[in-house]
Protein backbone atom coordinates (compact mmCIF):
# COMPACT_ATOMS: atom_id res chain seq x y z
CA UNK A 1 0.00 0.00 0.00
CA UNK A 2 2.98 2.38 0.58
CA UNK A 3 4.63 1.80 -2.47
CA UNK A 4 1.21 2.34 -4.38
CA UNK A 5 0.43 5.56 -2.49
CA UNK A 6 4.68 6.95 -3.20
CA UNK A 7 4.20 5.78 -7.47
CA UNK A 8 0.90 7.28 -6.96
CA UNK A 9 2.39 10.73 -6.14
CA UNK A 10 4.98 10.39 -8.60
CA UNK A 11 2.19 10.19 -11.20
CA UNK A 12 0.70 13.46 -9.78
CA UNK A 13 4.15 15.20 -9.60
CA UNK A 14 4.96 14.27 -13.44
CA UNK A 15 1.16 15.53 -14.27
CA UNK A 16 1.00 18.52 -12.30
CA UNK A 17 4.71 19.33 -14.33
CA UNK A 18 2.70 18.26 -17.86
CA UNK A 19 -0.36 20.48 -17.26
CA UNK A 20 0.60 23.46 -15.33
CA UNK A 21 3.94 24.26 -17.29
CA UNK A 22 4.88 25.20 -21.02
CA UNK A 23 4.23 22.89 -24.21
CA UNK A 24 3.41 22.71 -27.55
CA UNK A 25 2.08 25.85 -28.58
CA UNK A 26 0.45 24.90 -32.32
CA UNK A 27 0.47 27.83 -35.14
CA UNK A 28 -2.83 28.82 -35.54
CA UNK A 29 -4.02 31.64 -37.93
CA UNK A 30 -7.29 33.64 -37.44
CA UNK A 31 -9.16 33.88 -40.70
CA UNK A 32 -12.13 35.36 -41.89
CA UNK A 33 -14.57 34.05 -44.10
CA UNK A 34 -17.08 35.29 -47.15
CA UNK A 35 -19.37 35.64 -44.36
CA UNK A 36 -17.31 38.45 -41.99
CA UNK A 37 -16.93 35.18 -39.83
CA UNK A 38 -13.62 34.77 -38.02
CA UNK A 39 -12.54 31.04 -37.89
CA UNK A 40 -8.45 29.55 -36.43
CA UNK A 41 -6.92 27.58 -38.77
CA UNK A 42 -3.95 25.33 -37.65
CA UNK A 43 -1.06 26.25 -40.18
CA UNK A 44 0.17 22.83 -41.88
CA UNK A 45 3.73 22.13 -43.96
CA UNK A 46 1.28 20.38 -46.64
CA UNK A 47 2.68 22.49 -49.80
CA UNK A 48 6.01 22.96 -51.57
CA UNK A 49 9.06 20.49 -52.48
CA UNK A 50 9.98 19.34 -49.03
CA UNK A 51 6.52 19.40 -47.39
CA UNK A 52 5.86 17.32 -44.59
CA UNK A 53 2.37 17.66 -44.03
CA UNK A 54 2.96 18.22 -40.45
CA UNK A 55 1.42 20.60 -37.80
CA UNK A 56 4.00 23.73 -37.16
CA UNK A 57 4.88 25.01 -33.95
CA UNK A 58 4.09 28.23 -32.47
CA UNK A 59 7.66 28.21 -30.17
CA UNK A 60 10.46 26.55 -32.19
CA UNK A 61 13.33 26.14 -30.14
CA UNK A 62 15.78 27.44 -32.90
CA UNK A 63 16.02 28.87 -36.93
CA UNK A 64 14.59 26.69 -39.52
CA UNK A 65 17.21 26.25 -42.37
CA UNK A 66 14.45 25.25 -45.13
CA UNK A 67 13.72 28.59 -47.06
CA UNK A 68 10.09 27.02 -47.70
CA UNK A 69 9.45 26.61 -44.03
CA UNK A 70 10.95 30.02 -43.26
CA UNK A 71 9.12 31.61 -45.75
CA UNK A 72 5.83 30.00 -44.43
CA UNK A 73 6.31 30.91 -40.55
CA UNK A 74 7.35 34.70 -41.42
CA UNK A 75 3.82 34.65 -43.46
CA UNK A 76 2.68 33.87 -40.06
CA UNK A 77 3.87 36.27 -38.44
CA UNK A 78 7.02 34.43 -36.71
CA UNK A 79 10.34 36.37 -36.89
CA UNK A 80 12.68 33.30 -37.27
CA UNK A 81 15.14 36.03 -37.38
CA UNK A 82 15.28 36.27 -34.09
CA UNK A 83 16.07 32.81 -33.07
CA UNK A 84 18.98 31.37 -32.66
CA UNK A 85 20.90 28.58 -35.42
CA UNK A 86 19.62 24.76 -34.39
CA UNK A 87 23.67 24.48 -34.23
CA UNK A 88 23.96 27.21 -31.63
CA UNK A 89 21.13 26.03 -29.54
CA UNK A 90 21.56 25.99 -25.38
CA UNK A 91 19.04 24.73 -23.05
CA UNK A 92 18.62 28.16 -20.91
CA UNK A 93 16.29 28.20 -17.60
CA UNK A 94 13.78 31.05 -18.02
CA UNK A 95 11.11 31.02 -15.71
CA UNK A 96 8.59 32.12 -18.65
CA UNK A 97 9.09 28.29 -20.53
CA UNK A 98 8.33 26.45 -17.33
CA UNK A 99 9.28 23.34 -15.63
CA UNK A 100 8.41 20.98 -18.55
CA UNK A 101 10.55 22.97 -20.89
CA UNK A 102 13.00 23.70 -18.89
CA UNK A 103 13.61 20.33 -17.29
CA UNK A 104 12.27 17.69 -20.34
CA UNK A 105 12.22 19.85 -23.71
CA UNK A 106 14.99 22.09 -23.98
CA UNK A 107 17.38 18.82 -22.57
CA UNK A 108 16.12 16.76 -24.94
CA UNK A 109 16.51 18.86 -27.95
CA UNK A 110 19.97 19.52 -27.32
CA UNK A 111 21.32 16.26 -27.04
CA UNK A 112 19.48 15.09 -29.54
CA UNK A 113 20.95 18.40 -31.81
CA UNK A 114 24.70 17.30 -30.35
CA UNK A 115 24.60 14.21 -30.91
CA UNK A 116 23.16 15.24 -34.95
CA UNK A 117 25.72 17.37 -35.71
CA UNK A 118 28.55 15.12 -34.05
CA UNK A 119 27.24 12.01 -36.30
CA UNK A 120 26.04 14.12 -38.98
CA UNK A 121 22.66 12.24 -39.45
CA UNK A 122 19.44 13.89 -37.20
CA UNK A 123 17.96 10.17 -37.56
CA UNK A 124 20.65 8.58 -36.13
CA UNK A 125 20.86 10.97 -33.42
CA UNK A 126 17.40 10.22 -32.34
CA UNK A 127 18.10 6.53 -31.76
CA UNK A 128 21.21 7.19 -30.44
CA UNK A 129 19.14 9.91 -27.79
CA UNK A 130 16.58 6.93 -27.22
CA UNK A 131 19.60 4.59 -26.59
CA UNK A 132 20.71 7.05 -24.10
CA UNK A 133 17.68 7.09 -22.15
CA UNK A 134 16.70 3.55 -22.18
CA UNK A 135 20.28 2.76 -20.55
CA UNK A 136 19.55 5.52 -17.80
CA UNK A 137 16.64 3.86 -17.51
CA UNK A 138 17.71 0.10 -17.52
CA UNK A 139 18.46 -0.24 -13.68
CA UNK A 140 15.01 0.21 -13.29
CA UNK A 141 13.17 -1.77 -16.54
CA UNK A 142 16.12 -4.48 -15.62
CA UNK A 143 14.20 -4.80 -12.29
CA UNK A 144 10.75 -5.27 -14.00
CA UNK A 145 11.96 -7.42 -16.58
CA UNK A 146 13.09 -9.60 -13.62
CA UNK A 147 9.61 -9.53 -11.85
CA UNK A 148 8.43 -10.97 -14.68
CA UNK A 149 10.60 -14.05 -14.62
CA UNK A 150 9.75 -14.34 -11.01
CA UNK A 151 6.39 -14.50 -11.94
CA UNK A 152 6.59 -16.91 -15.03
CA UNK A 153 8.63 -19.39 -12.39
CA UNK A 154 5.63 -18.81 -9.78
CA UNK A 155 3.20 -19.71 -12.81
CA UNK A 156 2.59 -23.86 -11.76
CA UNK A 157 2.29 -22.76 -8.01
CA UNK A 158 -0.54 -19.83 -8.97
CA UNK A 159 -2.13 -22.40 -11.90
CA UNK A 160 -2.56 -24.87 -8.57
CA UNK A 161 -3.95 -22.00 -6.79
CA UNK A 162 -6.48 -21.08 -9.06
CA UNK A 163 -7.78 -24.39 -10.10
CA UNK A 164 -8.04 -25.43 -5.88
CA UNK A 165 -10.30 -22.58 -5.44
CA UNK A 166 -12.50 -22.45 -9.47
CA UNK A 167 -15.67 -23.75 -7.69
CA UNK A 168 -15.27 -21.31 -4.71
CA UNK A 169 -16.08 -17.55 -6.59
CA UNK A 170 -19.25 -17.25 -4.17
CA UNK A 171 -17.76 -18.21 -1.46
CA UNK A 172 -16.26 -14.50 0.43
CA UNK A 173 -13.94 -16.06 3.14
CA UNK A 174 -12.64 -18.60 0.37
CA UNK A 175 -11.61 -15.79 -1.67
CA UNK A 176 -10.26 -14.35 0.97
CA UNK A 177 -8.08 -17.56 1.97
CA UNK A 178 -6.67 -17.65 -1.82
CA UNK A 179 -5.61 -13.96 -1.51
CA UNK A 180 -3.98 -14.42 1.42
CA UNK A 181 -2.11 -17.60 -0.12
CA UNK A 182 -1.29 -15.73 -3.52
CA UNK A 183 0.38 -13.13 -1.83
CA UNK A 184 2.44 -15.94 0.25
CA UNK A 185 3.24 -17.38 -3.10
CA UNK A 186 4.50 -13.68 -4.60
CA UNK A 187 6.31 -13.06 -1.45
CA UNK A 188 8.24 -16.62 -1.75
CA UNK A 189 9.31 -15.59 -5.30
CA UNK A 190 10.20 -11.73 -4.39
CA UNK A 191 7.30 -10.72 -6.77
CA UNK A 192 6.22 -6.91 -6.32
CA UNK A 193 2.79 -6.20 -9.15
CA UNK A 194 3.51 -2.76 -8.77
CA UNK A 195 7.13 -2.48 -9.64
CA UNK A 196 5.93 -1.89 -13.92
CA UNK A 197 4.38 1.09 -12.59
CA UNK A 198 6.89 3.06 -11.93
CA UNK A 199 8.52 2.60 -15.27
CA UNK A 200 5.50 2.96 -17.07
CA UNK A 201 4.73 6.39 -15.67
CA UNK A 202 8.57 7.70 -16.10
CA UNK A 203 8.11 6.50 -19.94
CA UNK A 204 5.21 8.38 -20.60
CA UNK A 205 6.07 11.63 -19.70
CA UNK A 206 9.83 11.23 -22.13
CA UNK A 207 7.78 9.80 -24.88
CA UNK A 208 5.53 13.04 -24.85
CA UNK A 209 8.90 15.07 -24.36
CA UNK A 210 10.50 13.64 -27.25
CA UNK A 211 7.04 14.30 -29.75
CA UNK A 212 7.84 18.26 -28.65
CA UNK A 213 11.27 18.14 -28.68
CA UNK A 214 11.38 16.82 -32.25
CA UNK A 215 8.15 19.16 -33.42
CA UNK A 216 9.54 22.17 -32.02
CA UNK A 217 13.10 21.66 -33.21
CA UNK A 218 13.76 22.32 -36.93
CA UNK A 219 16.99 21.26 -37.23
CA UNK A 220 15.61 17.69 -36.15
CA UNK A 221 12.73 17.33 -38.31
CA UNK A 222 13.99 18.87 -41.24
CA UNK A 223 16.57 16.23 -41.60
CA UNK A 224 16.90 12.65 -43.09
CA UNK A 225 17.50 9.40 -42.46
CA UNK A 226 18.12 6.21 -44.71
CA UNK A 227 16.17 8.61 -47.53
CA UNK A 228 12.81 9.41 -44.83
CA UNK A 229 12.25 12.73 -43.98
CA UNK A 230 12.39 13.00 -40.36
CA UNK A 231 9.69 15.65 -40.62
CA UNK A 232 6.85 13.97 -42.09
CA UNK A 233 4.89 11.33 -41.35
CA UNK A 234 3.79 8.25 -43.09
CA UNK A 235 0.43 8.81 -44.21
CA UNK A 236 1.24 12.17 -45.73
CA UNK A 237 4.32 10.71 -47.30
CA UNK A 238 1.91 7.34 -48.58
CA UNK A 239 -0.84 9.86 -50.09
CA UNK A 240 1.97 11.30 -52.40
CA UNK A 241 2.89 8.12 -53.47
CA UNK A 242 5.82 7.46 -51.50
CA UNK A 243 5.48 3.50 -50.56
CA UNK A 244 8.66 3.02 -48.55
CA UNK A 245 7.23 5.21 -45.61
CA UNK A 246 5.10 2.24 -45.16
CA UNK A 247 8.62 0.65 -43.67
CA UNK A 248 7.87 2.53 -40.24
CA UNK A 249 4.25 1.81 -39.25
CA UNK A 250 5.83 -1.66 -40.15
CA UNK A 251 8.64 -2.06 -37.72
CA UNK A 252 5.95 0.09 -35.16
CA UNK A 253 3.67 -2.77 -35.38
CA UNK A 254 6.28 -5.40 -35.40
CA UNK A 255 8.46 -4.76 -32.19
CA UNK A 256 5.41 -3.63 -30.31
CA UNK A 257 3.68 -6.92 -31.04
CA UNK A 258 6.69 -9.25 -29.89
CA UNK A 259 7.11 -6.39 -26.62
CA UNK A 260 3.09 -6.63 -25.64
CA UNK A 261 4.19 -10.81 -26.61
CA UNK A 262 6.75 -10.99 -23.97
CA UNK A 263 4.99 -9.54 -21.01
CA UNK A 264 1.73 -11.39 -22.32
CA UNK A 265 4.06 -15.15 -21.49
CA UNK A 266 5.58 -13.75 -18.54
CA UNK A 267 2.14 -12.95 -17.02
CA UNK A 268 -0.19 -15.47 -17.85
CA UNK A 269 -0.98 -17.75 -15.45
CA UNK A 270 -3.87 -19.73 -16.36
CA UNK A 271 -4.82 -20.49 -19.99
CA UNK A 272 -7.99 -21.55 -19.43
CA UNK A 273 -8.95 -17.90 -17.33
CA UNK A 274 -11.41 -16.36 -19.18
CA UNK A 275 -9.77 -13.32 -17.91
CA UNK A 276 -6.16 -13.93 -19.85
CA UNK A 277 -8.18 -14.03 -23.35
CA UNK A 278 -9.43 -10.53 -22.30
CA UNK A 279 -6.02 -9.49 -21.65
CA UNK A 280 -4.62 -11.11 -24.73
CA UNK A 281 -7.85 -8.65 -26.69
CA UNK A 282 -6.39 -5.84 -24.92
CA UNK A 283 -3.08 -6.16 -25.85
CA UNK A 284 -3.90 -7.19 -29.70
CA UNK A 285 -5.61 -4.16 -29.86
CA UNK A 286 -3.15 -1.74 -28.25
CA UNK A 287 -0.81 -2.99 -31.05
CA UNK A 288 -3.56 -2.06 -33.83
CA UNK A 289 -3.63 1.42 -32.04
CA UNK A 290 -0.27 2.37 -31.71
CA UNK A 291 0.56 1.18 -34.88
CA UNK A 292 -2.64 3.26 -36.71
CA UNK A 293 -1.59 6.48 -34.81
CA UNK A 294 2.33 6.18 -35.87
CA UNK A 295 0.75 6.56 -39.46
CA UNK A 296 0.06 10.33 -38.02
CA UNK A 297 3.00 10.90 -36.13
CA UNK A 298 6.63 12.15 -37.82
CA UNK A 299 8.69 9.14 -38.41
CA UNK A 300 11.47 10.93 -35.96
CA UNK A 301 8.84 9.68 -33.56
CA UNK A 302 8.36 6.40 -34.79
CA UNK A 303 12.30 5.70 -34.86
CA UNK A 304 12.24 6.84 -31.01
CA UNK A 305 9.57 3.84 -30.67
CA UNK A 306 11.22 1.34 -32.84
CA UNK A 307 13.98 1.67 -30.92
CA UNK A 308 12.89 2.02 -27.55
CA UNK A 309 10.62 -1.36 -27.88
CA UNK A 310 13.08 -2.97 -29.58
CA UNK A 311 15.65 -2.25 -26.46
CA UNK A 312 12.88 -3.81 -24.50
CA UNK A 313 12.76 -7.09 -26.43
CA UNK A 314 16.61 -7.79 -26.42
CA UNK A 315 16.71 -6.65 -22.44
CA UNK A 316 13.64 -9.43 -21.67
CA UNK A 317 15.60 -11.73 -23.76
CA UNK A 318 18.78 -11.49 -22.03
CA UNK A 319 17.01 -11.74 -18.66
CA UNK A 320 14.93 -14.47 -19.38
CA UNK A 321 18.64 -16.41 -20.51
CA UNK A 322 20.01 -15.20 -17.88
CA UNK A 323 17.41 -16.68 -15.80
CA UNK A 324 17.58 -20.18 -17.41
CA UNK A 325 21.11 -20.22 -17.02
CA UNK A 326 20.96 -19.53 -13.57
CA UNK A 327 18.35 -22.53 -12.96
CA UNK A 328 20.86 -24.50 -14.80
CA UNK A 329 23.74 -24.25 -12.97
CA UNK A 330 21.19 -25.16 -10.26
Keep these: MKKLKKIGKIFVVFLLVFLLTGCTKQLVVEKTNDKGKKTKTVVKYDKGKNATGQTLTENILCKPENKELVKLYNEN ?21 GLWDNIFIKPLAWLILKLGYLVKNFGLAVILAGLVIRLILFPFTRKTAMQSENLKKAQPELQRLERKYAKKADDQQAMIQKSQEMMAIYKKYNISMMSGCLVAIIQLPLFIAFLEAINRTPGIFEGNFLGLQLGTTPLFALSNGKIFYLIIPILVALVTYFSFKQNGNNTQTDSNNPMMGSTKMMMNMMVVVITISSFSLSTAIGLYWITSSLFTVIQN ?6 GNSARIKK
Design 317 to 322: LLVARS
Design 77 to 97: KINTKKLVNCKNFTPKITASD
